[in-house]
């Protein structure tokens, strides 16, 4: 009996095993934070996989190194198929509508070169620009294939003029400028106006100042002339990889990790100026033998941006400060990892989608609960709703309490709200030293204002004190001597002796 209890038992385990198999190809958790030290440490995840969606799934067949896409207003995304030649278009909810291999121009078929590296969409002209990179031009054309315009070199004393026109990504304003970014070309994007007209280069990568930075330069201001032509600079700034125009009419830049580089990632202004503050963005969770390199970044609506490592495989996601929020991702098979990401895109159900170029994919992720808290404090928090942000923070911290953001998040509505000793706390849990002064310092005013009646007593009765100190003594002393004769005289009377 008591030995087929025992078999019942561990078939019932068997059954339990076999039943949770599938559990264990589900996506690990492969999210973190950082600690105090710049540890990685484990956090729920910000963002799962909702699909991936293969080429060879759909009518148009299998993509072939796919290198970009772009989305419009009605959540519409075109891949730019490069190895295939193609556009393909999916709708907003990722199902095929159709593909574009051939244009008309002139009444005259116009095909991609292969490998064209960048896509851009102008939505409310629905314009299409294509970077078509070994073609030496940008092809502009309509959803329907109607080619609009051919972008080619323009001519210009500032272009070298034995460099070709190699256009690898670009993107257009709202007036119709081109931003254009092309091989072998680091002194930033070539500005190009509808006409076709080349007005400058628009934007560069800053060079740290380091002490060899410094030498390199003192060096080359006295060399002759001869002598600069013939060396080259090892501080040269860094190519761009890749643009976004934002809603707020600001261009994202990402580059490739470089020693001499200020930062990998920026935000340009109309001038070209980074606004963002400078940092090494991914630094930490780069491979020792792969440096960072961002392929792609996408901006949304709230100033959320997203940037994708193809190097290292990982997606991070930033507030518009360029505070580290999420981190996920990483180089492998498995669904949510990638091989090379060479595209990022998001919509308005906040979800992300990345181009990976070699599985030939589009893994599409949608937030968590986790990941919604967080953008839920920090949106009601920009919108000046404090005390509302409050509750999604300590959220955000019941799941996931190392995490430093919610608690500077804290800090920074109870600092709005005027409740400065929490806001202290919260900043020293959060490590934050420089808001942790700013609210030390408004409570010490605080103190002084609301104890101001006090000490301005006190201080007025040391005054007195200090100004009346001699006749005060001197009536102490006349008091203490009067009653001392007082007392005398009180036992004379009372017959006892002096």
């Known amino acids: 009996m008591k030995c087929k209890r025992i078999a019942a038992l561990l078939l019932a385990v068997l059954l339990a095993a076999l039943t949770a198999a599938p559990a264990l190809c589900v996506e690990p958790n492969r999210s973190f934070t950082y600690d105090e030290e710049n540890r990685a440490v484990p956090s729920p995840n910000a963002f799962q996989v909702q699909q991936v969606i293969y080429g060879k799934d759909m009518p148009c067949g299998p993509f072939l190194s796919a290198q970009d896409m772009a989305t419009d207003g009605e959540g519409n995304i075109f891949v730019l198929d490069s190895g295939n030649n193609r556009i393909v278009f999916l709708d907003a909810e990722y199902r095929y509508i159709r593909e574009l291999t051939e244009f008309s121009y002139n009444g005259e078929t116009v095909t991609l070169n292969a490998n064209a590296e960048g896509l851009f969409c102008r939505e409310q002209e629905q314009l299409l620009y294509i970077a078509d990179t070994a073609g030496n031009r940008i092809i502009v054309t309509d959803y329907d294939g109607n080619v609009t315009r051919i972008y080619e070199k323009p001519v210009s004393s500032l272009l070298d003029p034995e460099l070709p026109f190699a256009p690898k990504k670009l993107v257009v304003d709202n007036t119709g400028m081109l931003y254009v970014l092309t091989k072998n070309v680091n002194t930033g994007a070539l500005l190009i106006n509808e006409e076709g007209t080349f007005l400058g280069f628009y934007g560069t990568n800053e060079v740290r100042e380091t002490l060899s930075v410094r030498i390199e330069r003192m060096w080359?201001?006295?060399?002759?002339?001869?002598?600069?032509q013939q060396s080259t600079e090892s501080f040269q700034p860094v190519e761009f990889n890749n643009l976004f125009w934002s809603k707020d009419r600001f261009i994202y830049a990402v580059s490739q990790q470089n020693e001499y580089l200020e930062t990998e990632v920026s935000k340009l202004n109309a001038l070209g100026e980074n606004i963002l503050e400078p940092k090494a963005y991914g630094e930490m969770t780069r491979r020792e033998d792969l440096p960072v390199s961002f392929s792609d970044i996408v901006v949304d609506d709230e100033g959320f941006f997203t940037i994708v490592d193809r190097n290292n495989g990982m997606v991070y996601q930033y507030d518009e400060a360029g505070n580290l929020l999420a981190v996920s991702g990483g180089l492998g098979q498995q669904e949510g990892l990638f091989t090379s990401p060479?595209?990022?895109?998001?919509?308005?159900?906040?979800?992300?989608?990345?181009?990976?170029?070699?599985?030939?994919?589009?893994?599409?992720?949608?937030?968590?609960?986790?990941?919604?808290?967080?953008?839920?404090?920090?949106?009601?928090?920009?919108?000046?709703?404090?005390?509302?942000?409050i509750e999604p923070w300590k959220e955000v911290l019941r799941m996931n309490f190392n995490f430093t953001q919610a608690y500077v998040g804290l800090g920074k509505a109870e600092m709005m709200l005027g409740n400065y000793a929490a806001a202290m706390d919260y900043f020293q849990k959060g490590y934050d030293q420089e808001n942790y002064s700013l609210a030390k310092a408004s409570y010490r005013d605080e103190l002084i204002k609301?104890?101001?009646?006090?000490?301005?007593?006190?201080?007025?009765?040391?005054?007195?004190?200090?100004?009346?100190?001699?006749?005060?003594?001197k009536l102490g002393r006349l008091i203490a001597a009067k009653l001392k004769r007082s007392g005398i005289a009180h036992r004379r009377s009372k017959g006892g002796a002096a």
């Open 342 to 389: 060479s595209a990022i895109g998001t919509n308005e159900r906040g979800e992300i989608f990345v181009l990976d170029a070699k599985k030939n994919c589009l893994v599409v992720f949608e937030p968590t609960l986790y990941g919604e808290m967080i953008r839920t404090a920090i949106t009601l928090f920009n919108e000046g709703l404090y005390v509302e942000s």
């Open 450 to 473: 609301n104890h101001f009646g006090a000490v301005l007593g006190v201080i007025a009765a040391l005054i007195l004190v200090i100004f009346f100190w001699e006749p005060i003594v």
């Open 220 to 228: 080359r201001s006295i060399m002759t002339e001869a002598q600069r």
